[in-house]
């Protein structure tokens, strides 16, 4: 039966079929797990320091981040965002933010673009990782394929936040995050909820690495199935100049960048004056 049946279907519709199966079996490029053309050619010239098949990489697309509020009532503008696009390609991909440990993968792509219908935020960072298949981080390769590891969240250093009802500096604020405030007498009512965006010089801005962690602060921050990136999408001393926008030194006398070359940086916590079921960012010294 089998026979008659193939032997009754057309050359054009037996090919079709396929090519249908093909592509439903093995997808390639910005679908993953495997790069196409484009970016295993982006990825040798820019990152691998030996020639690299495409049998021999894994890549995947994540949505790293939005301009929605996050769970700690925070919000990227899409200024910041794009910053964030601009320095992500060449940092490396973590476990947990756990920076004790070898990166398991390296950022090669980024942009910002427009969301998505039922994506948070109006606008999306879009990144796309690759690692090196071997024995050793199958398993990981493997739960991300079942989407089982799919959660994903950024580190970075920053600037300023600045608060929603009166303006301050985070650490100069009085409020609290999600408390509700009257903004005319600046009581605690059923008004306008508090958040804080970062806010400052873009230049202080940077996008150090990117984490698998079990859930994310950004909402839908995830691994996701694969599309093509934006339209404006940063690779390493690319998009209209010769230089990375991870080399570009910020203003003099800035605050994240002292005299001592110490960097402001951040961490989780849980802050005495916040409720125990809030995780917020602080700067280290």
């Known amino acids: 039966m089998r026979g008659r049946a193939e032997s009754n279907e057309s050359g054009d519709a037996r090919g079709a079929r396929k090519a249908f199966a093909a592509a439903a079996v093995q997808p390639r490029g910005a679908v ?126 920053y600037d300023t936040r600045l608060c929603s009802v009166c303006g301050a500096d985070y650490f100069d604020c009085p409020h609290d995050p999600g408390e509700r405030i009257d903004g005319e007498t600046g009581r605690q009512a059923d008004g306008a909820i508090v958040y804080y965006t970062y806010a400052g010089d873009l230049a202080r801005y940077e996008a150090c690495e990117c984490s698998l962690v079990y859930l994310g602060c950004q909402q839908q921050a995830a691994i996701v199935k694969g599309r093509e990136l934006g339209v404006r999408s940063w690779e390493l001393g690319k998009a209209g100049s010769n230089r990375s926008p991870n080399s570009q030194v910020p203003s003099p006398g800035s605050a994240v960048y002292r005299s001592s070359g110490t960097p402001r940086r951040f961490t989780w916590i849980l802050p005495e004056r916040r409720s125990p079921h809030q995780w917020t960012r602080t700067r280290l010294s």
């Open 32 to 157: 993953g797990p495997e790069p196409d053309a484009a970016d295993l050619a982006l990825i040798n010239e820019r990152y691998a320091l030996a020639p690299l098949g495409a049998e021999a990489l894994y890549v995947r697309r994540m949505v790293l981040a939005n301009d929605a509020l996050d769970r700690t009532y925070e919000r990227f503008p899409p200024a910041v965002l794009e910053r964030f696009a601009q320095t992500l390609p060449g940092k490396p991909v973590l476990v947990a933010h756990d920076k004790s440990e070898l990166p398991i993968g390296v950022i090669y792509r980024a942009a910002v673009r427009p969301a998505r219908e039922g994506e948070a935020g109006q606008y999306s960072l879009e990144a796309a990782l690759y690692m090196r298949r071997t024995a050793a981080n199958a398993e990981v390769r493997e739960q991300i394929d079942a989407g089982v590891i799919r959660a994903v969240s950024i580190g970075f250093r």
